[in-house]
C-alpha cells in the first residue's frame, strides 16, 4: 500500500497535514486525542484496496497548523469541520464518507449537520455529542472527565499545568484509556507524546471550545430539530452501565437513521479492533 503525505492550505494561514492512500470512493477519517493520523494505520490498510483514504492531523495537532486561539471560533468545531469540507474539495472530492474517533468525531458530527450535502455517511467512534456529553456529566462519576474541566478554564493556568507534565498528562490516557496497551506500541506512542507536547496551547483550546462555542451550536441545532440527514454508524463502549444513560437513545435523537454498535474493548478501538471497525465502515457505506 503507497501511503502519500501532502500538505493542503485549508484557512487563512492554515494548512493540514494528511495521508492518502487507495483509490475509489473518498472516506476521510479524523483522529481522536491525544493521538495523530496514525491511530488509523490498520484500518487504511483495511480501506485502501477499493477507497480514497484521506487521514489528516486535525487543525492543533500532529504536523498541522496550530493557529493562536484568538477567539472563540478558532477551534470551534465549526471552523475545524470547514477544514475537513476544504481539504477534501482541494483534493478533489465534493462529496465524502466521514469517520471520526474521540474529538475527531466531534468535528464529524459538527460537518455532517452543517455540511449534510457533502457528508455521505458517518461514522463516530467511543463518544457522545458535545452537547450530550455534558449533559451526562454529573457527580462522582464525572470524574473520569477531569480534562473536560480542567481544559474548559480561562486560558493560561490549564495550558502552564499541562506544560509543565505534558508527557504524563498525555500518557496518563494513553495508559488509562487501552483496554490492550500492547495495541500501541512503543514507537506510536512516543510519535503521539511527542505531538502532543509541542500542541498544549492548541489542544487546550479544543477542548474550551467544546465548552463554549461548540455547546451553543449544539443547542441551536437542537432547538431547531436539525438532524444528520446521512446513515451513522456509532462503536462505542457501554459508558451508559458507568454513568447511568442510555447511548443508544442520546445518539437517536441526533441520527434518525443510526446503527449503534457496542464494543468489547478499550477506547482506542481503531487501534484495539481495527478489522471490526473496517467491517463496520464497509457496512455503513453499502447504506
Known sequence: MNVEYVRVPVADGV???AAVAGSGRPVVLLHGFPQTHLMWRHVIAGLAADHTVICPDL????????????????YAKRTMAADIVTLARELGHDRFALAGHDRGALVAIRAGLDHPGTVTHLACLDVLPTLDMWEVMHGASAKVGFHLYLMAQPAGLPERMIAACADEFFGHFLDLWAGDPATIPAPVRDAYLRASRNAVPSIVADYRASA???????RADRAAGRTLAMPVTVLQQDWGAMLGFDAAARWRAWAPDLRHVPVNCGHFIAEEAPGLVVEELRKLLDR
Do not use: F, Q
Open 59 to 74: 487543525r492543533g495537532y500532529g504536523a498541522s497548523d496550530k493557529p493562536a486561539e484568538d477567539g472563540p471560533d478558532t
Open 15 to 17: 494548512a493540514l497535514h
Open 212 to 218: 463554549g462555542i461548540d455547546v451553543e451550536h449544539d
